[in-house]
């Protein structure tokens, strides 16, 4: 874990599971926090098992929870529970993203919580928010997607589809993780704690902004169209000679003319009052994608991107994860690192970026065993670690 960074000092716990709690902490962790996380006797967050994909642990677990501590506790017990509540008397930072209805069970969103913990920085967080009707219904990332119209975006016209990946989970635990910056800032200043409300649908509603505003005001809904953009022309998926895909985007008149002179052959076609602005382009797509189509497709994925450096216009190239692993920026910013697992042999992990400026100089640690730091937490609160 880190030895340094602007978060030394800062004891952070985490009554977590999954993602979204698990990287807002994971976060605070990268830039020094001192990260306890709590978790349930027996089996530990359910996101250890999920895979075997690092080194015959999970893939996720790893990602979401190098450099912590690992205490379980039984919250309903009450030996337990003082154990609980002595940690959070000397917390900075409670991160729980239980349900709401569990954090009530537990009495961990109620005044008489406030008033035990007045310093503390709080963060709840939830599918769709600690109060509402729809405060006890199940929230996942898919779930997410669907309720906040992100699936609504993303597919076929005919099919609906997820993103490929936990949007909602990992934006509203980044989202988590600034607003406990700010609260933490605040607490310094005040001496008083802030109660954090983070749902999963505001981190959402944040990818849909731009569509959610344009309907609100212009009554404008963006068709599902899965290789290109919903509002800029030409931007989106084509193919190459050598059967490559390219992701190019056109997103300003000047660049229209020169891809129009450069790769079209045709600089007349940049006054064309068909195509010369975004909104002229966007009526006439199809026309515009198939002229762009047909100058890629004569040409290699080599070729192309030569001339689109040349040209300073944008592009990315569709890669899979065996290629994102050998990416040159993934392997310049040291983005994967390998890290000595406990049980022997290494695995390849991410490495977040708040890890990679503050803690440069460190050896990255694996995630912690369940219960690994009992010993040690318990004498930091006073207890012999031999009595629980």
């Given at each position: 874990?880190?030895?340094?960074?602007?978060?030394?000092?800062?004891?952070?716990?985490?009554?977590?599971?999954s993602v979204a709690g698990p990287l807002c902490t994971r976060i605070l962790s990268d830039m020094g926090a001192d990260v306890i996380k709590v978790e349930r006797p027996g089996g530990g967050d359910f996101a250890r098992h999920w895979d075997h994909n690092a080194n015959g642990e999970g893939a996720q677990f790893w990602w979401l929870n190098r450099g912590k501590r690992s205490i379980a506790l039984d919250l309903k017990e009450p030996r337990d529970r003082a154990v609980f509540d002595s940690?959070?008397?000397?917390?900075?930072?409670?991160?729980?993203?239980?349900?709401?209805?569990?954090?009530?069970?537990?009495?961990?969103?109620?005044?008489?919580?406030?008033?035990?913990?007045?310093?503390?920085?709080?963060?709840?967080?939830?599918?769709?928010?600690?109060?509402?009707?729809?405060?006890?219904?199940?929230?996942?990332?898919?779930?997410?997607?669907?309720?906040?119209?992100?699936?609504?975006?993303?597919?076929?016209?005919?099919?609906?589809?997820?993103?490929?990946?936990?949007?909602?989970?990992?934006?509203?635990?980044?989202?988590?993780?600034?607003?406990?910056?700010?609260?933490?800032?605040?607490?310094?200043?005040?001496?008083?704690?802030?109660?954090?409300?983070?749902?999963?649908?505001?981190?959402?509603?944040?990818?849909?902004?731009?569509?959610?505003?344009?309907?609100?005001?212009?009554?404008?809904?963006?068709?599902?169209?899965?290789?290109?953009?919903?509002?800029?022309?030409?931007?989106?998926?084509?193919?190459?000679?050598?059967?490559?895909?390219?992701?190019?985007?056109?997103?300003?008149?000047?660049?229209?003319?020169?891809?129009?002179?450069?790769?079209?052959?045709?600089?007349?076609?940049?006054?064309?009052?068909?195509?010369?602005?975004?909104?002229?382009?966007?009526?006439?797509?199809?026309?515009?994608?198939?002229?762009?189509?047909?100058?890629?497709?004569?040409?290699?994925?080599?070729?192309?991107?030569?001339?689109?450096?040349?040209?300073?216009?944008?592009?990315?190239?569709?890669?899979?994860?065996?290629?994102?692993?050998?990416?040159?920026?993934?392997?310049?910013?040291?983005?994967?690192?390998?890290?000595?697992?406990?049980?022997?042999?290494?695995?390849?992990?991410?490495?977040?970026?708040?890890?990679?400026?503050?803690?440069?100089?460190?050896?990255?640690?694996?995630?912690?065993?369940?219960?690994?730091?009992?010993?040690?937490?318990?004498?930091?609160?006073?207890?012999?670690?031999?009595?629980?």
């Amino acid at each position: 874990m880190p030895n340094s960074g602007p978060l030394t000092g800062i004891r952070v716990v985490g009554l977590e599971h999954s993602v979204a709690g698990p990287l807002c902490t994971r976060i605070l962790s990268d830039m020094g926090a001192d990260v306890i996380k709590v978790e349930r006797p027996g089996g530990g967050d359910f996101a250890r098992h999920w895979d075997h994909n690092a080194n015959g642990e999970g893939a996720q677990f790893w990602w979401l929870n190098r450099g912590k501590r690992s205490i379980a506790l039984d919250l309903k017990e009450p030996r337990d529970r003082a154990v609980f509540d002595s940690l959070l008397d000397r917390a900075d930072v409670f991160v729980c993203n239980l349900s709401p209805a569990g954090a009530v069970r537990l009495g961990l969103a109620d005044p008489s919580f406030d008033a035990r913990f007045p310093s503390l920085v709080s963060c709840q967080i939830s599918g769709y928010g600690r109060s509402g009707s729809l405060r006890d219904r199940k929230a996942y990332d898919m779930l997410v997607q669907a309720e906040s119209g992100i699936m609504s975006l993303t597919g076929t016209p005919a099919q609906p589809t997820r993103t490929g990946v936990s949007v909602c989970d990992v934006g509203a635990g980044i989202y988590a993780a600034a607003l406990v910056l700010a609260a933490v800032i605040e607490q310094r200043r005040t001496g008083r704690g802030r109660r954090l409300d983070v749902a999963m649908m505001d981190a959402a509603l944040e990818f849909v902004a731009p569509m959610l505003v344009s309907y609100a005001n212009a009554g404008v809904i963006y068709e599902r169209v899965p290789q290109h953009h919903h509002a800029i022309a030409p931007y989106g998926v084509f193919h190459c000679r050598d059967g490559e895909g390219i992701l190019i985007a056109i997103e300003q008149n000047r660049e229209w003319g020169l891809l129009c002179e450069r790769l079209l052959g045709d600089a007349r076609l940049a006054d064309d009052p068909r195509y010369s602005t975004n909104s002229a382009r966007i009526s006439n797509r199809e026309a515009v994608d198939k002229m762009v189509a047909d100058a890629l497709r004569a040409l290699d994925l080599s070729t192309i991107a030569a001339l689109f450096d040349e040209m300073g216009l944008a592009y990315g190239v569709l890669n899979s994860m065996a290629e994102v692993v050998d990416h040159p920026v993934v392997q310049e910013r040291g983005a994967l690192r390998t890290v000595a697992a406990r049980r022997g042999g290494d695995v390849k992990t991410l490495i977040g970026v708040g890890e990679r400026l503050f803690a440069a100089d460190s050896e990255p640690s694996p995630p912690p065993e369940l219960d690994q730091h009992r010993g040690e937490i318990l004498e930091e609160l006073g207890h012999d670690r031999r009595s629980l």
